[in-house]
């Protein structure tokens, strides 16, 4: 028999992950069996459980790339989109995947629905866990860059506005779980800039 590729095997693991991940997002993941999963994916058990043992291991590969996701935005951002508070704001809420893709997922309400398993399973916890104490560190680091720059003042205590200001950026996802399209990431960054009192961007007229 010809060998199969490591590309092959790692389209069917995505496969695979693609068919929990909407599974997951549209069933909640104790409504969802590996049966469903199965179905989902257009493949046999056998093959299925070749990369996946049980839904636990799924449901933690989909929380791993989901924060994946969520630090990756973070940590690509460059010079120019992050230059200030209300920059990095746009561009992190619009750059987040939290919409409905072309294959109707949305991944809001899988956050949602890992966010509460964590809350009954330790593996999950420390994984939620781990994932937002980096993405905390970069939310402090760019705090700093602020402070450096002159845009934040000098006197705001990093380490005490990160997890306020992480909460406003995972309300962010919380609303957009239950309204949809209806918050607006550009408005909603707006807000956050008046709350915090924040520099903001220029609007078109006051370039003129």
């Known amino acids: 028999m010809p060998r199969v590729s490591d590309a092959h095997r790692a389209a069917r693991r995505e496969l695979v992950l693609e068919a929990a991940r909407r599974t997951f997002s549209e069933n909640g993941f104790h409504a969802t069996s590996m049966d469903d999963v199965i179905r989902a994916s257009g493949l046999s058990a056998g093959a299925v459980y070749q990369y996946f043992r049980s839904k636990d291991e799924l449901i933690a590969a989909a929380a791993a790339e989901a924060l994946g996701a969520l630090r990756h935005t973070l940590d690509t951002l460059d010079d120019e989109s992050s230059q200030d508070p209300a920059t990095t704001l746009v561009t992190v809420l619009k750059s987040w995947p939290l919409t409905p893709g072309p294959d109707g997922l949305d991944i809001t309400r899988l956050a949602l629905h890992g966010w509460s398993e964590a809350t009954r399973n330790p593996e999950l916890h420390a994984l939620v866990h781990d994932g937002l104490d980096g993405f905390r560190e970069r939310v402090a ?12 003042s000098a006197d705001i205590d990093a380490v005490s506005i990160t997890p306020p200001l992480m909460s406003l950026l995972l309300g ?21 800039v008046q709350l915090l009192g924040l520099p903001h961007e220029p609007s078109p007229t006051e370039h003129s």
Do not use: E
């Open 141 to 152: 680091q760019l705090l700093a860059r602020w402070q450096a720059n002159g845009t934040v």
């Open 172 to 192: 962010y996802v919380v609303q957009r779980a239950l309204f949809g399209a209806d918050v607006d990431p550009a408005a909603y960054a707006r807000g956050l």
